[in-house]
């Protein structure tokens, strides 16, 4: 446990800090996971109508430290590979 005044300073942070980053986590597997529904059920003007908001929270994700600028770059490149695949076939 920590001994000194800021390192129990520093501890509660953490605690709330943990609290805020598993929730935009969370956040973002959430749509991640809503768009990938989107695309499996072959819903091409829904998936396109949520494009936007999904790169939105991935790129909110990259400004928190929640994940990395390559990361959230894969991600964005394979759903939307995905949705043009589905909107020309």
Do not use: C, E, H
């Not at 609290?19 to 969370?26: D, I, L, Q, T, Y």
């Not at 499996?40 to 929640?66: C, E, N």
Request: charged letters at 30%.
């Amino acid at each position: 446990m920590a001994n000194t005044i800021s390192a129990l300073k520093r501890a509660r942070q953490i605690k709330r800090r943990t609290v805020f980053n598993s929730a935009r986590k969370s956040r973002l597997r959430k749509q991640i996971r809503a768009f990938r529904r989107l695309l499996a059920a072959k819903d091409v003007q829904a998936a396109t109508a949520a494009l936007p908001r999904t790169y939105s929270i991935i790129d909110r994700a990259v400004k928190w430290g929640i994940i990395k600028d390559n990361t959230a770059a894969r991600y964005k490149s394979r759903l939307t590979a995905r949705l043009k695949a589905l909107a020309t076939a």
